[in-house]
């Protein structure tokens, strides 16, 4: 028998199975079988759950990635998705170039986020994980491991988030800033930072109404350690948001050692160099009246605040 025989005979099956006519009656009886439309239904909802559940989300990922190559990125590269709905979402070896020239990458990053969460709560809950993440660019690098657990609620997801609250640890941070000129709201003072090591930065934030309440960020590090508090209403416009915070360091650190006459009258006599910063984001300033604030560390019974900074 040749192929063209199984051909025809194969078709001329099809057409009686297919036939719709002949089909009509047989379906509508075994409609009227005990559960026949509940076994229907759930088939077609299974059915459902299955495509949803199956879907290539990392092409979809991938071509959202190309998108992006028109706008914020010249370059986005992830080598492996593996994506879930339900449990945690791996990405493995994050490459991104700014428009800038600037340069982001990221070993691995573990994001324990529920999306179905997000599809039917409008919040987003769950943990982040980011393992050697780098920042380069011509004058500045800067590298940190990450680990964070976070809560946002939205009421829409078109405007600002409602309520929520951030935990955030970060360590091994190094910083090589160089040279950089601070804003002319802050004096547009021209400044050379050596390398900065930072052993660990702990941070607790909530937000209540339209602002972030920076409740308690730890700096610990030989180079660097002292507290950040204070609050950022936010904005639709992320760079006009309004900060009102108060930056507390140890003044006795190398890092200030060429800034001496500069920062002296903003040394409170704790020995803390005291900088309340206002404005926006995009143009701060500082507002303070020198040494004026003890300073007193937030209460806090988290483990890392039992360390006692280093000098």
């Known amino acids: 028998m040749d192929i063209s025989s199984i051909k025809n005979i194969v078709l001329t099956n099809l057409k009686g199975v297919l036939n719709f006519k002949a089909l009509w009656p047989k379906i509508k009886e075994a409609f009227k079988l005990p559960y026949a439309k509940t076994y229907v239904a759930a088939a077609v909802i299974m059915t459902m759950v299955f495509l949803v559940f199956t879907f290539p989300y990392d092409m979809l990922i991938r071509k959202k990635m190309k998108d992006l190559e028109k706008t914020l990125f010249r370059t986005v590269y992830i080598s492996e998705i593996d994506f879930s709905l339900i449990r945690m979402t791996v990405l493995n070896n994050i490459y991104m170039v700014l428009r800038s020239g600037s340069e982001i990458s990221i070993r691995s990053a ?4 529920s999306f179905l969460r997000i599809l039917f709560r409008n919040d987003v809950k769950g943990s982040v994980d980011l393992t050697g993440f780098k920042y380069e660019s011509e004058s500045s690098k800067i590298n940190f491991n990450l680990q964070g657990n976070i809560f946002i609620d939205y009421k829409s997801f078109n405007d ?3 309520g929520g609250d951030f935990n955030i640890f970060i360590e091994n941070a190094s910083l090589d800033i160089g040279q950089f000129t601070l804003p002319d709201t ?3 003072l021209p400044l050379i930072l050596p390398p900065i090591k930072i052993t660990s930065v702990k941070a607790e934030a909530e937000i209540s109404g339209r602002k972030v309440i920076l409740k308690n960020i730890r700096i610990f590090g030989k180079d660097l350690n002292g507290t950040i508090t204070g609050s950022i209403e936010m904005s ?8 009102d915070i108060k930056v507390t360091m140890n003044a006795d650190t190398p890092l200030f050692d060429n800034y001496r006459d500069f920062i002296s009258k903003y040394i409170n ?3 803390q160099l005291v900088i309340p910063v206002k404005g926006s984001l995009v143009a701060p300033r500082i507002d303070i009246s020198p040494g004026n604030s003890s ?3 937030p209460d806090s019974d988290h483990p890392m605040d039992k360390i006692l900074p280093v000098q």
Do not use: E
């Not at 639709?236 to 900060?243: E, G």
């Open 110 to 113: 573990d994001i324990n986020i």
């Open 160 to 162: 600002l988030p409602q």
């Open 186 to 188: 802050m004096g547009g």
């Open 236 to 243: 639709k416009i992320f760079w006009s948001s309004r900060i």
């Open 269 to 271: 006599d704790r020995n």
């Open 295 to 297: 300073a007193p560390a």
